[in-house]
C-alpha cells in the first residue's frame, strides 16, 4: 500500500475509479484500488495463457502445487479463468524438516477448499530418501540437486495423473532470474530455448500463467483474496546463487521499474529470431537405470544416486 504524498495520509485514490488505491503500478504510474488491481491481474494472466497457447480443448491439466503463495495464487486463478478445464494439483514432498509439513497441510487446504484432486509424491518414496538426508555434507547445493529431483519427481506424478500439460506457479521475477543464471552460467542452449520450447520424449509439456506477474503482484492479489496463512520459508533458501541474482534484480527494478520484464522480454524476441540457428543437441535415449529421456547413459537425476559420484543409490527406478 502506498503512502499518499499530499500529506493527508488518505491512501492515493484509484486512477480508473476514484476509490482508495491499494497499489502503484510503477511502470504505467497509475493507482489501483483493490477491484481494478485484482481485475487488472486476471486479465493479464489471461491474456498470458492465451498468447502463448498454453490449454488446448482436451487438455488435463497437473497443477503443480507447493502450497506456498505463487502455486496457491495459481490453482485459484485457473479455477477462476478456466472454470471448465479439468484439473488436478500434484505436489511433491521433498522432504525438508521444519518446512514442507506445513506447505503440506496448506496445499491440502486448498485442494479441499476448491474440490480439487490433489496427488503427492514424496522424495522418500522415488528415491528412498528425504532431500534432508540426500543433502547431509552438501547444503551448499540444495537448489541445484532438489531442481534436478523435483523436476523429475512432477514429471512421474504428472504422468501417473494422466495429465496432457504441466502447469508451474512460475512468475515474473523467477524467469528474469532464470533468464540472467542461464547467461551467467554460459548456458547457451538454454539461453537460445523458446517458451514453448518443452515437453514431448516422456517429459510433460510445461506452462507457466503467471511468468508475466511481478512476484510482489501475485503476493498482494493473494493477501487480497484471503489465500495465504503465514508459511515458514524453506531452510535452503538462501544457499544458491539464484538468491544473489534475485538480489540483484530487485535493486535494479527498484531503481528501473520494467527491468525484469524487459529482462524476459528480450529473452523471448532473441530466442525466436535466433530460432533457425543450428542447436547441437543430441539424440534422446533411454535413461539406462529408469527409462527417463536423457542425452546421456544416464538422466540427470540418476546420476546424482551413481554410486561413483552421487551421494547414494537410487533405490526406486520408475517404469
Ligand atoms: Fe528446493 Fe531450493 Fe526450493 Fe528449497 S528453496 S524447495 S531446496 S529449490
Ligand atoms: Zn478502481
Given amino acids: 500500500m502506498e503512502a499518499n504524498p499530499d500529506g493527508t495520509g488518505r491512501p492515493p485514490a484509484c486512477d480508473l475509479c476514484g476509490r482508495p488505491g491499494v497499489y502503484l503500478d510503477r511502470i504505467q504510474n497509475r493507482h489501483l484500488c483493490s477491484d481494478h488491481f485484482v481485475g487488472d491481474v486476471e486479465g493479464r494472466v489471461n491474456h498470458t495463457i492465451q498468447k502463448y497457447v498454453m490449454v488446448q480443448p482436451g487438455d488435463r491439466l497437473a497443477v503443480a502445487l507447493s502450497g506456498g503463495k505463487d502455486s496457491t495464487v495459481l490453482l485459484h486463478l485457473l479455477r477462476r479463468l478456466l472454470p471448465d478445464?479439468?484439473?488436478?494439483?500434484?505436489?511433491?514432498?521433498?522432504?525438508?524438516?521444519?518446512?514442507?509439513?506445513?506447505?503440506?497441510?496448506?496445499?491440502?487446504?486448498?485442494?479441499?477448499?476448491?474440490?480439487?484432486?490433489?496427488?503427492?509424491?514424496?522424495?522418500?518414496?522415488?528415491?528412498?530418501?528425504?532431500?534432508?538426508?540426500?543433502?547431509?555434507?552438501?547444503?551448499?547445493?540444495?537448489?541445484?540437486?532438489?531442481?534436478?529431483?523435483?523436476?523429475?519427481?512432477?514429471?512421474?506424478?504428472?504422468?501417473?495423473?494422466?495429465?496432457?500439460k504441466l502447469v508451474t506457479g512460475h512468475n515474473l521475477d523467477d524467469e528474469a532470474q532464470s533468464v540472467l543464471m542461464n547467461w551467467?552460467?554460459?548456458?547457451?542452449?538454454?539461453?537460445?530455448?523458446?517458451?514453448?520450447?518443452?515437453?514431448?520424449?516422456?517429459?510433460?509439456?510445461?506452462?507457466?500463467?503467471?511468468?508475466?506477474?511481478?512476484?510482489?503482484?501475485?503476493?498482494?492479489?493473494?493477501?487480497?483474496?484471503?489465500?495465504?496463512?503465514?508459511?515458514?520459508?524453506?531452510?535452503?533458501?538462501?544457499?544458491?546463487?539464484?538468491?544473489?541474482?534475485?538480489?540483484?534484480?530487485t535493486t535494479l527494478e527498484r531503481?528501473?521499474?520494467?527491468?525484469?520484464?524487459?529482462?524476459?522480454?528480450?529473452?523471448?524476441?532473441?530466442?525466436?529470431?535466433?530460432?533457425?540457428?543450428?542447436?547441437?543437441?543430441?539424440?534422446?535415449?533411454?535413461?539406462?537405470?529408469?527409462?527417463d529421456p536423457t542425452t546421456a547413459r544416464l538422466c540427470q537425476a540418476c546420476r546424482l544416486f551413481d554410486p561413483e559420484g552421487g551421494p547414494g543409490t537410487l533405490v526406486s527406478p520408475e517404469r
Avoid: W
Fill in 85 to 164: 478445464a479439468d484439473l488436478a494439483a500434484v505436489t511433491v514432498d521433498e522432504g525438508i524438516d521444519g518446512y514442507r509439513d506445513a506447505t503440506l497441510r496448506s496445499a491440502g487446504a486448498t485442494t479441499r477448499g476448491l474440490g480439487i484432486e490433489h496427488q503427492t509424491l514424496s522424495f522418500l518414496d522415488l528415491y528412498g530418501k528425504t532431500l534432508d538426508e540426500i543433502l547431509k555434507g552438501q547444503p551448499d547445493r540444495a537448489c541445484s540437486i532438489c531442481g534436478i529431483l523435483r523436476r523429475k519427481a512432477l514429471n512421474t506424478i504428472a504422468r501417473r495423473a494422466g495429465a496432457s
Fill in 184 to 249: 551467467l552460467r554460459g548456458d547457451r542452449e538454454r539461453v537460445l530455448r523458446r517458451p514453448e520450447e518443452n515437453g514431448g520424449h516422456g517429459f510433460i509439456p510445461r506452462v507457466k500463467p503467471l511468468r508475466e506477474i511481478p512476484e510482489k503482484e501475485v503476493a498482494l492479489y493473494g493477501i487480497l483474496k484471503g489465500l495465504f496463512v503465514e508459511l515458514p520459508e524453506c531452510p535452503y533458501m538462501h544457499s544458491a546463487l539464484r538468491g544473489e541474482v534475485r538480489g540483484i534484480l
Fill in 255 to 291: 531503481g528501473h521499474p520494467g527491468t525484469m520484464r524487459r529482462v524476459v522480454e528480450g529473452q523471448v524476441r532473441l530466442s525466436r529470431q535466433l530460432s533457425s540457428i543450428p542447436r547441437a543437441s543430441r539424440p534422446l535415449r533411454a535413461c539406462e537405470r529408469c527409462g
